[in-house]
């Protein structure tokens, strides 16, 4: 009985923590559909638009600092970047991050 009671339990930690991943993917922060409107949540090769699949949130922060500094040559991604302030980058691209795994 007791393995049962435990068996239990864990079926229902398991179930909360995939509600949680699914409340956060699907909780974007704001201006996050900028991003995946054209880059995409997926590693698909058949873009003209690079992905952010499989890149850091670190990695995907600098690079939009450096579109918003015009340190990086930009045609769209220049004028995007310059809406954000530090902390809607960090959020958005901690987002970004989570829904390419």
Same mark, same amino acid.
């Given at each position: #009985?007791?393995?049962?009671?435990?068996?239990?339990?864990? !079926? /229902?930690?398991?179930? &909360?923590?995939? *509600?949680?991943? @699914? *409340?956060?993917?699907?909780?974007?922060?704001?201006?996050?559909?900028? !991003?995946?409107? !054209?880059?995409?949540?997926? &590693?698909?090769?058949? @873009?003209?638009?690079?992905?952010?699949?499989?890149? @850091? &949130?670190? $990695? %995907?922060?600098? %690079? #939009?600092? $450096?579109?918003?500094? @015009?340190?990086?040559?930009?045609?769209? #991604?220049?004028? %995007?970047?310059?809406?954000?302030?530090?902390?809607?980058?960090? *959020? %958005?691209?901690?987002? /970004?991050?989570?829904?390419?795994?």
């Amino acid at each position: #009985m007791r393995l049962r009671s435990w068996a239990v339990l864990a !079926c /229902m930690l398991v179930r &909360a923590g995939v *509600a949680a991943d @699914t *409340a956060q993917a699907a909780e974007a922060p704001p201006g996050a559909s900028s !991003c995946s409107g !054209c880059h995409g949540l997926s &590693a698909s090769p058949e @873009t003209s638009v690079p992905t952010l699949a499989g890149r @850091t &949130a670190p $990695e %995907i922060a600098g %690079i #939009m600092r $450096e579109f918003k500094s @015009t340190a990086r040559p930009a045609t769209v #991604m220049g004028r %995007i970047a310059k809406g954000f302030d530090d902390a809607d980058i960090d *959020a %958005i691209a901690e987002w /970004m991050a989570r829904q390419g795994k």
